[in-house]
């Protein structure tokens, strides 16, 4: 089993920066690409960006270039630095990870609430 905790949600206005990090525990081999989902009121969950075991970033087309995330492998630990916040970016937000086995998302954190005000 894998824990995932997130923390750095928060308040900000637009065009502020928030960064939001996750703490995973547990049988880390077991897991291989990590990355942050998030949920608007009244719409899916989405996946914003992804970093695999080696590094390898993918990033959703409305953050790209916004956001960075990265990953430390000695710490277990994935970021999500966000800059220029949009008020469209609130959402809920979720640290996920790949399970090696079944290839499916399948570990998830709490969540963290992300508000940015116009």
């Known amino acids: 089993q894998v824990q995932l905790v997130e923390s750095g949600g928060g308040y900000v206005q637009a065009g502020g920066s928030l960064r939001l990090s996750c703490a995973a525990s547990?049988?880390?081999?077991?897991?291989?690409?990590m990355g942050w989902y998030r949920q608007a009121p009244g719409k899916q969950r989405e996946l914003v960006a992804r970093?695999?075991?080696?590094?390898?970033?993918n990033y959703q087309d409305s953050v790209r270039g916004r956001s960075t995330i990265s990953r430390d492998n000695a710490k277990n630990t994935v970021d999500l630095q966000m800059n220029s916040l949009k008020p469209e970016d609130t959402a809920v937000y979720y640290c996920?990870?790949?399970?090696?086995?079944?290839?499916?998302?399948?570990?998830w954190g709490q969540g963290t609430q992300v508000f940015v005000s116009s």
């Open positions: 547990g049988t880390m081999f077991s897991i291989l690409t």
């Open positions: 970093i695999t075991s080696g590094g390898i970033t």
């Open positions: 996920a990870a790949i399970r090696l086995i079944s290839g499916r998302w399948e570990y």
